[in-house]
């Protein structure tokens, strides 16, 4: 194998891995909100960021976007260093869209303008099929001609991922992006938005509360707390495997029992009720979800939840068995 082809292989790889975090810190005024923070992506993955409120989850895809200026560290993208205000007359890197909380619409214009807003008119029929094509995959072409002021909040929300999208970004930073969608809406339009990104090869960093987003469409995860990253891996391996009750717990609700002296953090729908139990527990409390019954009954002095398929009355005792592998 000649050199050069080894040399032309070694750039492929490089390009290939598109977002690259190394070392990155920053802080607001004394308070040290990111903290030593390394990570990859390749062209097309999507990663997520879970945390709980204040881990610094925003900050992070405001650091990756250029909106500030690290204390120490290095953003590259595809080989570019991401730099910040200082260094920007306008911050942001025009190779990526971030779509904050706040959506940043333009309230006294249409949701037809909204997303045309920064598309080239030289192209007219280009960006008009462009735009109905973006109305479609947020379900708002009913609403084409509506104002922005006179939507509701999750309308809002389909119109700025809308937008985001229009100019065909290489890197998507969506912060809780479906956080205002009703549910009978928000799963069929996080599998259009998601899918639409995976086919047209963007990279996406989601930071989310919701299980959801996290689980069913990312390839990597990383769990932030106080800033750092105290865990990296598939979503999978992390939901199957968590190092800790917090990072079990950013997943709903969990138990943590204690057998032989050893901490196990258990979900819900690992426990089943049953003759030959693990340990006994007293109901002190049910709730219907739909599908199941979650349980909440004391073991230990402790609660724990676990779930089952019909209702069970309070105080009644009984057994419990873990169905998972310990």
């Known amino acids: 194998m000649s050199l050069i082809f ?4 070694f750039l492929i790889k490089i390009c290939e891995k598109m977002l690259s975090i190394t070392d990155v810190s920053f802080s607001y005024d004394s308070k040290k909100t990111l903290k030593n923070i390394s990570f990859s992506l390749e062209k097309g993955q999507h ?13 992070l895809l405001k650091a990756i976007y250029g909106l500030l200026d690290l204390n120490k560290g290095e953003i590259l993208w595809n080989g570019t260093e ?6 920007n007359l306008v911050p942001g890197m025009s190779f990526m869209k971030y779509l904050a909380q706040d959506f940043d619409l333009m309230p006294y214009i249409t949701v037809y303008e909204n997303i045309g807003k ?3 008119n030289f192209y007219p029929e280009k960006k008009q099929e462009r735009i109905k094509d973006l109305l479609r995959l947020v379900e708002m072409t009913d609403f084409s001609d ?7 909040g999750g309308q809002m929300q389909r119109v700025a991922i809308a937008r985001v999208l229009a100019l065909e970004p290489e890197l998507l930073l969506f912060d809780e992006p479906f956080s205002h969608i009703d549910n009978s809406r928000k799963n069929n339009l996080r599998r259009s938005v998601f899918n639409y990104a995976k086919e047209n090869g963007i990279t996406c960093v989601v930071a989310t509360h919701d299980m959801d987003d996290a689980l069913s469409f990312s390839d990597k995860m990383i769990i932030l707390k106080d800033g750092e ?17 917090y990072i079990a717990s950013l997943f709903g609700e969990v138990n943590e029992i204690k057998i032989n002296s050893n901490s196990y953090f258990i979900y819900p729908h690992q426990l089943e009720v049953n003759s030959i139990f693990d ?3 007293c109901v002190k409390n049910f709730y219907f979800r739909a599908s199941h019954f979650l349980i909440e009954a004391v073991y230990n002095g402790n609660l ?3 779930e089952h398929a019909s209702l069970i009355k309070k105080d009644t005792i009984l057994g419990l068995r873990i169905k998972k592998d310990l």
């Open 6 to 9: 080894i040399f032309f292989i």
């Open 47 to 59: 990663l997520s960021i879970l945390g709980e409120s204040g881990s610094g989850k925003s900050t």
């Open 82 to 87: 991401v730099l910040g205000p200082k260094f």
């Open 118 to 120: 920064y598309l080239s």
């Open 146 to 152: 509506v104002k922005v002021k006179n939507l509701s």
């Open 229 to 245: 990253v105290i865990e990296e891996n598939f979503p999978e391996f992390i939901y199957n495997n968590p190092k800790s009750y």
């Open 279 to 281: 340990f006994e527990v």
């Open 304 to 306: 724990i939840f676990f």
